[in-house]
């Protein structure tokens, strides 16, 4: 078995309203960086999974995602994956 580190990205879709996101956006002009625009928060998850190779790494980060992870429904994600 061989580990890998995977570093994965969960936003809100762009259709999505972020609440937190404008709140911070909001925040910025009163910062005095009124030309920071479209903040959106999301979530970085980083975890180490062990597997024979990098194809089965990728697809167990897959089904991570896709089962727990994310909520598809308003929520997109992405990842790299990398050997330990």
Avoid: W
Avoid at 25 to 54: D, F
Avoid at 61 to 84: P, T
Wanted: with cysteine; aromatic share 4%.
């Amino acid at each position: 078995m061989t580990k890998f580190q995977a570093e994965i990205d969960v936003m809100p879709k762009k259709e999505i309203l972020d609440p937190q996101g404008k709140a911070v956006t909001g925040s910025m002009k009163n910062l005095g960086l009124a030309e920071i625009h479209n903040v959106r928060i999301g979530k970085h998850i980083s975890l180490e999974i062990e597997a024979e190779n990098e194809t089965i790494a990728h697809e167990k980060v897959e089904q991570a995602c896709k089962s727990l992870l994310a909520n598809l429904i308003m929520e997109s994600y992405s990842f790299k994956i990398a050997k330990v």
